[in-house]
């Protein structure tokens, strides 16, 4: 992907396995893609990031809201990005908006696409289908911010990281919890 187009300070990754993509999210709000193969930049960059009011500067030193998570869907051709209260949805090749941004300050998706995952700051997980954005009938709440989501490989579980020191693992059909939270 050559420089970073700003800091060097990544705040996000996201690998898309279907188009040889990987997608870098800075500090500064901005994502970058390449194609982790040749190392090439691909798709465009996407760069309006959400601005940050004098209220909101004050306990931060940037201006933008930072990219906190990132996930590719419908087989890598939609970059699902969280920034700040928001999860928005770019094509991957454009940079176009191409689904209504949905409430979320963390997003994950499974490698195949076929389960997406949002998490608010209250700790409520949603799953989403991935061709609309729009939530099914499941949700998880796990009392606090999410600062990672994982999907397993065959879609069955999911571990959640929060920012309170614990981890969980759910079951993704039933969205039980599997076992104790772990600190």
Do not use: C
Not at 25 to 31: D, L, R
Not at 117 to 122: D, K, L, S
Not at 142 to 163: E, K, P, Q
């Amino acid at each position: 992907v050559g420089p970073p187009p700003f800091s060097r300070n990544v705040t996000a990754v996201a690998f898309d396995p279907q188009r040889h993509r990987m997608a870098i999210g800075y500090w500064e709000g901005v994502v970058d893609q390449g194609d982790y193969l040749t190392g090439a930049q691909v798709g465009t960059m996407v760069t309006d990031a959400p601005r940050l009011d004098d209220h909101q500067r004050s306990s931060t030193m940037a201006s933008t809201v930072r990219v906190d998570s990132l996930a590719y869907i419908q087989g890598g051709t939609v970059l699902a990005v969280a920034r700040g209260e928001e999860v928005e949805f770019f094509d991957a090749d454009t940079g176009a908006s191409v689904l209504d941004p949905v409430k979320g300050t963390s997003v994950a998706a499974s490698q195949d696409g076929s389960v997406l995952v949002t998490a608010t700051a209250g700790g409520d997980l949603t799953f989403r289908d991935p061709d609309t954005g729009r939530p099914t009938a499941r949700e998880i709440t796990v009392g606090g911010r999410t600062n990672n989501i994982v999907l397993s490989d065959d879609n069955t579980r999911m571990l959640v990281a929060t920012r309170d020191g614990g981890a969980r693992v759910f079951d993704v059909d039933s969205t039980r919890q599997l076992g104790r939270t772990l600190r």
